[in-house]
Each structure stands twice: as C-alpha cells, then as structure tokens.
C-alpha cells in the first residue's frame, strides 16, 4: 500500500473546511429566520 502524501492530507483538510464552512453557513441562514421549502428548490 502508499503512504499518503502531503498534497492527499492537504485535499483533505480543503475539502473538511469547505464542508464545515457550508454547513456553518446553512446553520447560520437557518438561525437568522424562517425557511420553507422553496428556499431548497
């Protein structure tokens, strides 16, 4: 098997913060007022 290298943990560690920053995001929107199920589509 291969070790990862530097640049798999750098994609890595990318992808966590645009996923943890998406979901602060949504959570934030969500917080600040009401949603319907339009606002999805």
């Known amino acids: 098997m291969h070790k990862l290298l530097l640049a798999d943990y750098i994609v890595f560690f990318v992808y966590f913060i645009a ?3 998406y979901g602060y995001y949504i959570y934030n ?3 600040s007022g ?3 199920s339009n606002d999805f589509f």
Request: glycine share 0%; proline share 0%; no cysteine.
């Open 19 to 21: 996923v943890a920053a």
């Open 29 to 31: 929107k969500k917080k």
């Open 34 to 36: 009401t949603m319907s």
